[in-house]
């Protein structure tokens, strides 16, 4: 009988757009073979310089992508919410992991078995394409990295983690000031000083120290005029 994390990973495994286009011997392998993993806040999930080869999604939590110098300096990049992947260039060219993932929240992920991965983007167009578009949408929030490295605005940092680039999948964050701290590599203090500067513009609100967007449409305009000209 399936527990109930069990059938939240089934439910998210055939919810995916390119599930539903698989033959249905492969669908059941699928279903068979991924599994979820609970991790709980602060916990390290996987380890940079691995080779534990797979795809991985946030059924549940938040999870974050951090890199680590000469196993002491480490420098948080991504967080990635529920309902997103990770993991696929790893995957893709089969090598050890460049970063850590840790958990900023007890969360559930799904695993999608390297072999399994491998199978369906040699064979399945549906699943390439899928692919492709995900990894667009990386390229993106790269770039949108490169480009937050520049700002010495900490208004203008925290701003762009919290838009769209990066948080594709929800609109409802939730998310702490510590968690968003770590996101963009700035002391909890510097990042109430910049939430306080955008909850005066109504971008945000700031509630039990969570932080919810009030006005998307006034966090673009806000990115665009300190964009560089």
């Known amino acids: 009988m399936l527990n109930g994390i069990d059938v939240m990973a089934r439910q998210f495994l055939h919810a995916q757009p390119w599930f539903a286009g698989l033959p249905p011997a492969?669908?059941?392998t699928l279903t068979a073979h991924v599994r979820p993993l609970q991790v709980r806040k602060g916990a390290l999930l996987l380890q940079q310089g691995d080779l534990d080869g797979g795809w991985y999604a946030v059924l549940c939590g938040l999870v974050m992508l951090e890199s680590e110098a000469d196993g002491q300096r480490r420098s948080a990049f991504m967080g990635?919410?529920?309902?997103?992947?990770?993991?696929?260039?790893?995957?893709?060219?089969?090598?050890?992991?460049?970063?850590?993932?840790?958990?900023?929240?007890?969360?559930w992920?799904?695993?999608?078995?390297?072999?399994?991965?491998?199978?369906?983007?040699?064979?399945?167009l549906?699943?390439?394409?899928?692919?492709?578009?995900?990894?667009?949408?990386?390229?993106?929030?790269?770039?949108?990295?490169?480009?937050?490295?520049?700002?010495?605005?900490?208004?203008?940092?925290?701003?762009?983690?919290?838009?769209?680039?990066f948080w594709r999948s929800t609109r409802r964050l939730h998310l702490t000031q510590?968690?968003?701290?770590?996101?963009?590599?700035?002391?909890?203090?510097?990042?109430?000083?910049?939430?306080?500067s955008l909850a005066g513009l109504g971008i945000v609100?700031?509630?039990?120290?969570?932080?919810q967007i009030q006005d998307d449409a006034a966090l673009d305009r806000y990115l665009r005029q300190l964009a560089p000209a």
């Open 26 to 28: 492969e669908r059941e």
């Open 109 to 124: 992920l799904l695993q999608l078995p390297q072999a399994d991965f491998q199978r369906l983007q040699a064979s399945d």
């Open 126 to 165: 549906g699943f390439n394409r899928h692919l492709v578009a995900h990894l667009n949408m990386r390229l993106g929030q790269a770039m949108t990295l490169i480009e937050t490295g520049r700002m010495r605005s900490p208004e203008h940092r925290v701003a762009l983690y919290l838009s769209r680039e």
């Open 178 to 196: 510590e968690e968003l701290g770590h996101l963009v590599g700035l002391s909890r203090q510097t990042v109430n000083r910049a939430l306080r």
């Open 80 to 107: 990635v919410p529920d309902g997103e992947w990770f993991g696929e260039g790893t995957a893709l060219k089969n090598e050890p992991r460049r970063y850590n993932v840790v958990a900023l929240r007890d969360s």
């Open 205 to 211: 609100s700031l509630d039990l120290a969570r932080v």
